[in-house]
């Protein structure tokens, strides 16, 4: 069974980073890849980027390109997002999914909190 | 980028009766090439991550239920639920992948009349 277990949630002052992984079992992680997507309160996804497991190779989304980078440990079969000078309207629930262009397994959320 | 709008934003329909929820692109999400569609649906329930319904415009995914149907091509496309169900209610999306970086419709409620 395809599955993909996020961290716990995260609070955060403005202007520092926070760091999200996701686990994944179930499938050849090393033949995937993976999105990372966010959710602030009442409003549409919004997609930060993604990792082509094998090779490593990222793209991101030109609104995160500054602060963003996401990483691959293929010997834990784990992916992470980092996100840096964190700000009060990057409060939302953090999302990976599987695939490369539509996401068919998804974690279960991180809610990120940025409050001073 | 391109620009995801849905209609309507919120939609009730009785139990039984057939649910139809557009999605329009700012440009197409054909490819040529290929002749396919790349557009997606997702279903959110409440308090929980979005599932996949369908993909390609209208290829449904294992274990979705055949009252969820997809269609459409070019900007237009379509998601219908053809008797709807209890459990049905939830939030749904469209996603295009045609293009980085990947954009979502802002979602139509579905809820019981």
């Known amino acids: 069974q395809m599955q993909m277990v996020q961290s716990g949630p995260e609070v955060k002052k403005p202007g520092t980073s926070v760091k999200v992984s996701c686990k994944a079992s179930g499938f050849t992680f090393s033949s995937s890849a993976v999105q990372w997507v966010r959710q602030a309160r009442g409003q549409r996804l919004e997609w930060i980027g993604g990792i082509v497991i094998g090779s490593g190779k990222t793209d991101y989304a030109q609104k995160f390109q500054e602060r963003v980078s996401i990483t691959r440990d293929m010997s834990t079969n784990t992916a992470h997002l980092n996100l840096s000078s964190l700000r009060s309207d990057d409060t939302a629930v953090y999302y990976c999914?599987?695939?490369?262009?539509?996401?068919?397994?998804w974690g279960q959320g991180t809610l990120v909190t940025v409050s001073s | 980028d391109i620009v995801m709008t849905q209609s309507p934003d919120f939609l009730a329909v009785s139990l039984g009766e057939r649910a139809t929820i557009n999605c329009k692109s700012s440009q197409t999400v054909l490819d040529s090439s290929t002749k396919k569609n790349s557009l997606a649906w997702y279903q959110q329930r409440a308090g929980q991550p979005p599932t996949l319904l369908i993909y390609w415009a209208s290829t449904r995914e294992s274990g979705v239920p055949d009252r969820f149907s997809g269609s459409g091509s070019g900007t237009d496309f379509t998601l219908t639920i053809s008797s709807l169900q209890a459990e049905d209610v939830a939030v749904y999306y469209c996603q295009q992948f045609y293009s980085s970086p990947q954009t979502f419709g802002q979602g139509t409620r579905l809820e019981i009349k």
């Open positions: 999914a599987s695939g490369y262009f539509y996401s068919h397994t």
